[in-house]
């Protein structure tokens, strides 16, 4: 007689997961349903060698981050360029030609000309405007680095989420084709009973449609698995190799926050998208100021000049010029451009600042919802493991009731087919629960490779 397997459970802290382990045991069945029940402890392995390795490289080659970075490069040598209108400015222009004048009261002349300017520009003041460009790259660069940082923790995320999938879709897809692989040797068994003259052909022909059912379902669950392995190739370049050598995905607790006051603090602080629409409104400020200086206001400069000219201008031999003046230069549309353009800077950061606001509420109402959605996912998986747990005993019970005469086939696996549901349940659950603190994370922006 085979024996029969039971579950075993134990209790380690608050919080409730589940394990699965396959084998064989109870008497008209190949295969039998065992799982533990591990709190706390639990959580999905992923196909890597190396978690944290995996997502370094995703890092470092995927081409989101690259452009990122290659903003950010661009960004620090515009900031660097900036600088550069605080230094003299050399202006050097040279030609060699053939000159000829046709002069009414004098002689006309006919000679090459020689001649090279070398004018030499400092800039003494223009209210501000200096100051705000470079203000300006500097906001610029910054806003670039914070960009870099948010593609970092979205790219992280999914890189993470497309990991769990891979792992849900293939445990889900490994109890359906068990589900499928039960339903069949309940089936062939009832069948030698009915030849046998001691069972039920209307139970065998019962089998076979619910076997139909299991079927559906593991096409429809292959179907999800090869999507999540899809979107796992897009994300790290190709599909995950095996099973072999997988590395357990944990969440750093370390970095959750307390309570959602403090979440929503934490964000307000360190979420890079929010981050980078405040330098934006920094940004939008310096251009009116910078904008204001160039349109409104003249600019004052020191300049030194000298021309050497030989046969140049009808005049046969050498010349020399020299100046050092100080020069101030204002430009003046009648058409009121300046006025508009500055105006239009205004407006811009008015909008600028308008979405800032709409950026800081719309990162509070998502932390309250990845906040309420992790422990909804948390009391979730605690009731399915419970369900789990109970879905088994009762499979245990009717298999017992099978044996002495009192229930039908079509009763085992009905019971044998919410059991295997109810665990893809518990699974889906306990993965969901990892996934939504990963959001958090993301959300608050404490996401990082170096912690997991």
Same mark, same amino acid.
């Given at each position: ?21 396959? !084998? ?29 390795? +995996? ?37 050097? +222009?040279? /030609? ?9 009261? %004098?002689? *006309?002349?006919? @000679? ?18 200096? #100051? ?17 940082? @948010? ?9 993470? #989420? ?15 084709k068990q589900s499928v692989s039960n339903i069949k040797l309940q089936t062939e068994l009832e069948d030698a009973r009915?030849?046998?003259? #001691? ?31 899809? $979107? /796992?190739?897009?994300?790290? !370049? ?20 307390? %309570? ?24 939008? *400020?310096? +251009?009116?100021?910078? *904008? ?6 003249? #600019? ?22 020299? @100046? ?16 508009? $353009? ?21 990162? &509070? ?22 369900? *789990? ?12 009731? $099978? ?12 019971? &044998? ?5 109810t665990l893809s349940e518990a699974v889906a659950a306990e993965t969901k629960t990892v996934t939504k603190a990963y959001?958090?994370? &993301?959300?608050? !922006?404490?996401?990082?490779? &170096?912690?997991?």
């Amino acid at each position: 007689m085979q024996k029969t397997h039971f579950a075993t459970f134990k209790k380690i802290g608050r919080v409730d997961s589940l394990e699965v382990v396959l !084998g064989k045991g109870f008497r008209h069945s190949a295969a039998a349903l065992l799982f533990v029940i591990v709190p706390l402890g639990w959580m999905p392995f992923v196909w890597a060698d190396d978690l944290k390795g +995996t997502l370094t490289t995703l890092l470092a080659q995927h081409d989101r981050i690259r452009a990122a970075e290659g903003d950010l490069a661009a960004a620090r040598d515009r900031a660097k360029a900036a600088l550069g209108v605080r230094y003299p400015t050399l202006n050097v +222009t040279s /030609h060699y030609g053939y000159e000829a004048q046709n002069k009414f009261e %004098s002689a *006309t002349t006919s @000679m090459p000309s020689r001649e090279i300017d070398v004018k030499l520009t400092q800039q003494l003041w223009n209210f501000g405007a200096s #100051s705000s460009a470079i203000e300006s790259a500097r906001l610029t660069f910054k806003q670039a680095n914070e960009n870099l940082e @948010m593609a970092k923790q979205t790219l992280l995320l999914e890189g993470i #989420s497309a990991l769990l999938d891979v792992y849900l879709t293939q445990k889900k897809l490994e109890y359906a084709k068990q589900s499928v692989s039960n339903i069949k040797l309940q089936t062939e068994l009832e069948d030698a009973r009915v030849q046998e003259g #001691s069972g039920f052909s209307a139970d065998v022909l019962q089998a076979k449609s619910q076997l139909v059912d299991a079927e559906a379902l593991r096409i429809k669950i292959k179907e999800e698995a090869d999507v999540a392995l899809d $979107r /796992h190739k897009t994300i790290f !370049g190709d599909y995950p190799q095996s099973k072999q050598g997988s590395a357990k995905l944990k969440i750093p607790t370390q970095l959750l926050p307390i %309570s959602l006051s403090e979440a929503i603090k934490i964000a307000q602080e360190n979420n890079p998208r929010l981050a980078s629409s405040e330098f934006g409104v920094k940004l939008a *400020t310096a +251009t009116v100021a910078e *904008t204001k200086a160039n349109e409104l206001f003249p #600019s004052v400069n020191l300049v030194s000049s000298t021309k050497q000219k030989v046969d140049a201008a009808g005049t046969k031999g050498y010349q020399g010029e020299y @100046m050092v003046k100080v020069e101030v230069a204002y430009d003046f549309n009648f058409g009121l451009a300046s006025i508009r $353009r500055l105006q239009a800077t205004k407006q811009e950061r008015e909008a600028t600042a308008r979405r800032l606001r709409e950026a800081r509420d719309q990162i &509070e109402e998502q932390v309250k919802n990845k906040w309420k959605g992790l422990l909804t996912a948390h009391e979730n998986a605690g009731l399915l493991v419970t369900k *789990t747990v109970i879905a088994q005993e009762l499979l245990k019970h009717t298999r017992e009731e $099978r044996d002495l005469g009192r229930r039908s086939l079509m009763d085992v696996l009905t019971q &044998e087919t919410k059991l295997i549901n109810t665990l893809s349940e518990a699974v889906a659950a306990e993965t969901k629960t990892v996934t939504k603190a990963y959001e958090l994370l &993301e959300a608050i !922006g404490r996401l990082d490779v &170096e912690w997991l």
